[in-house]
């Protein structure tokens, strides 16, 4: 039999039961239609939810810290695991990580450019080598991130966040720091804040004198008249090797980012 006998055959059998015919492909086509929409139903309640989640936080990052134990019966805490290097070289073998970097926050310091000094010194150390793998670094005005080899030894290298430049302020100045305070950027359209520093040009220290440029707070009302010599501020010299653009989530603006092995 020829191939074309064949499909006159099929054609002439389907004709002749039209009704099983016509349910048949209408069952066919439910069918496949059902199966689609229900896939695609799953498929974008999945993606639903990886965005509403994304909005709060990366779905690629993970901040591990210490764990605390507390007793009730007594009162006490103690420190449960402990992070340390060994730590690190574990989760570093945990299959899919590309990075994995120790963070330190340096609180009790402050940046010194000219007159004016930094309102929030919110340094942070960490590895220069996993900091390519974060995406909030992704971004930046100019410059580079972190080099892994330092090979300047009198100064450190670091990488501002967006709002570090727009947050200094002269203590001599009445009201220059209240003028921060109320001085806001959201992201949208052109920043209409006063840049207090240029972080290509001036020279950036660091200092652990909490207390430097601002006024002595001398209380008049002491009957004393014993004279406290003012203590010699140590400087650090420091290197602006980056500047990030504005971060949507507020991740990076406020910060200031320094090698851990510094």
Request: proline content about 4%; charged content about 30%.
């Amino acid at each position: 039999m020829r191939i074309f006998d064949v499909i006159k055959l099929a054609f002439k059998n389907l004709f002749r039961r039209k009704a099983r015919t016509v349910l048949t492909l209408l069952g066919i086509t439910v069918g496949a239609v059902s199966v689609i929409i229900m896939i695609s139903i799953g498929l974008g309640l999945d993606e639903s939810k990886k965005e509403l989640l994304s909005q709060f936080t990366s779905l690629e990052k993970i901040e591990v810290y210490r764990r605390w134990d507390y007793d009730d019966s007594t009162g006490q805490s103690s420190v449960g695991a402990v992070l340390n290097d060994a730590a690190v070289a574990a989760f570093k073998k945990i299959k899919n990580v590309k990075a994995v970097t120790p963070t330190m926050y340096l609180g009790s310091a402050r940046l010194v450019s000219g007159k004016k000094v930094l309102m929030w010194s919110q340094i942070r150390a960490i590895d220069p080598e996993a900091m390519k793998y974060f995406e909030e670094f992704e971004n930046l005005k100019f410059g580079t991130l972190l080099p892994v080899v330092d090979e300047d030894e009198k100064t450190f290298d670091i990488v501002l966040g967006y709002n570090v430049p727009y947050s200094f302020y002269n203590p001599k100045k009445k009201g220059d720091q209240e003028s921060i305070w109320n001085e806001w950027y959201s992201g949208e359209g052109e920043d209409p804040r006063e840049l207090r520093i240029d972080p290509q040009k001036d020279q950036i220290k660091l200092t652990f004198n909490m207390e430097y440029g601002e006024a002595p707070n001398i209380d008049l009302s002491l009957e004393s008249t014993e004279v406290v010599p003012m203590k010699r501020t140590k400087f650090y010299n420091l290197n602006v090797v980056g500047y990030l653009d504005f971060d949507p989530d507020y991740t990076t603006n406020d910060y200031i980012y320094i090698s851990i092995d510094d």
